[in-house]
């Protein structure tokens, strides 16, 4: 009886140690997991400060690898389509709620794409459509970053007609195969009207709380161990009183 009595307490005590053996595994992934996705944050911080200290580069000249570029001001020459525009809804600016305005632009080598032409305020109400700037007739040249599309949102967007009077479609973003694998956050160009008054933000460049969650998974994993020591220091004092052999 004492010896069924013995192994039950031996396979209760294995998994209890396997319990905590996991637990403590568990916590060190998420460290690991934590701690890399904090240097995969640093390493996108360092490449867009990098990319934007560089020198302007023309636009003509970047056939692909898109993603090389991301973040760097490019120039490029070309003309609006001002019947080809959506506004980016739930854009925020300072604390007041309104829309990133994308123009589709076609560039003098033929590309078409969406340039960004900053933020505007929402209008009174979901029916009235907020003011947008004309965009300028005939050639235009563009100083901008350049942004890989998978960037802009996915879904259908209020467009606009050319005299922005009104909302009167839903246009997809994603949706035209004429679009290059890029868009442009428009920053100034050749004529003073080009120039946002509030253009597209680059995101903060923070590197974020993963370093210091990966710590607080260690200790955690730390709170175990020492849980577990509590357990079985009180399980030998009590073994001891009652004179048998204590549980590991």
Same mark, same amino acid.
């Given at each position: 009886?004492?010896?069924?009595?013995?192994?039950?307490?031996?396979?209760?005590?294995?998994?209890?140690?396997?319990?905590?053996?996991?637990?403590?595994?568990?916590?060190?992934?998420?460290?690991?997991?934590?701690?890399?996705?904090?240097?995969? #944050?640093? $390493? *996108?911080?360092?490449?867009?400060? @990098?990319?934007?200290? =560089?020198?302007?580069?023309?636009?003509?000249? /970047?056939?692909?690898?898109?993603?090389?570029?991301?973040?760097?001001?490019?120039?490029?020459?070309?003309?609006?389509?001002?019947?080809?525009?959506?506004?980016?809804?739930?854009?925020?600016?300072?604390?007041?709620?309104?829309?990133?305005?994308?123009?589709?632009?076609?560039?003098?080598?033929?590309?078409?794409?969406?340039?960004?032409?900053?933020?505007?305020?929402?209008?009174?109400?979901?029916?009235?459509?907020?003011?947008?700037?004309?965009?300028?007739?005939?050639?235009?040249?563009?100083?901008?970053?350049? #942004?890989? $599309? *998978?960037?802009?949102?996915?879904? @259908?967007?209020?467009? =606009?007609?050319?005299?922005?009077?009104?909302? /009167?479609?839903?246009?997809?973003?994603?949706?035209?195969?004429?679009?290059?694998?890029?868009?442009?956050?428009?920053?100034?160009?050749?004529?003073?009207?080009?120039?946002?008054?509030?253009?597209?933000?680059?995101?903060?460049?923070?590197?974020?709380?993963?370093?210091?969650?990966?710590?607080?998974?260690?200790?955690?994993?730390?709170?175990?161990?020492?849980?577990?020591?509590?357990?079985?220091?009180?399980?030998?004092?009590?073994?001891?009183?009652?004179?048998?052999?204590?549980?590991?």
């Amino acid at each position: 009886m004492s010896g069924e009595r013995s192994s039950e307490k031996e396979s209760k005590t294995l998994l209890k140690n396997l319990v905590t053996l996991l637990l403590i595994l568990g916590c060190l992934w998420a460290s690991q997991w934590q701690f890399q996705r904090g240097i995969d #944050r640093q $390493d *996108r911080n360092q490449a867009i400060e @990098a990319q934007l200290t =560089l020198s302007p580069v023309e636009l003509k000249n /970047i056939k692909e690898d898109f993603a090389k570029y991301e973040w760097r001001t490019v120039t490029t020459q070309g003309s609006f389509d001002p019947t080809n525009q959506i506004l980016l809804k739930n854009r925020y600016f300072e604390g007041v709620y309104g829309y990133e305005v994308l123009t589709r632009f076609t560039a003098t080598d033929g590309r078409s794409f969406w340039v960004d032409r900053g933020w505007v305020k929402a209008g009174k109400d979901a029916t009235t459509a907020p003011v947008v700037s004309p965009t300028p007739n005939g050639e235009v040249s563009l100083n901008a970053r350049l #942004r890989l $599309d *998978r960037s802009l949102p996915q879904g @259908a967007f209020f467009a =606009l007609p050319a005299s922005g009077a009104g909302m /009167i479609s839903k246009l997809n973003a994603q949706s035209d195969s004429t679009s290059e694998g890029f868009y442009l956050d428009l920053l100034s160009g050749s004529q003073p009207a080009l120039t946002p008054a509030v253009p597209a933000q680059v995101p903060e460049l923070s590197d974020g709380p993963h370093i210091a969650y990966s710590l607080q998974w260690i200790f955690f994993g730390g709170l175990i161990i020492y849980g577990r020591i509590l357990i079985w220091r009180g399980q030998i004092l009590t073994s001891k009183e009652l004179g048998v052999e204590p549980a590991s």
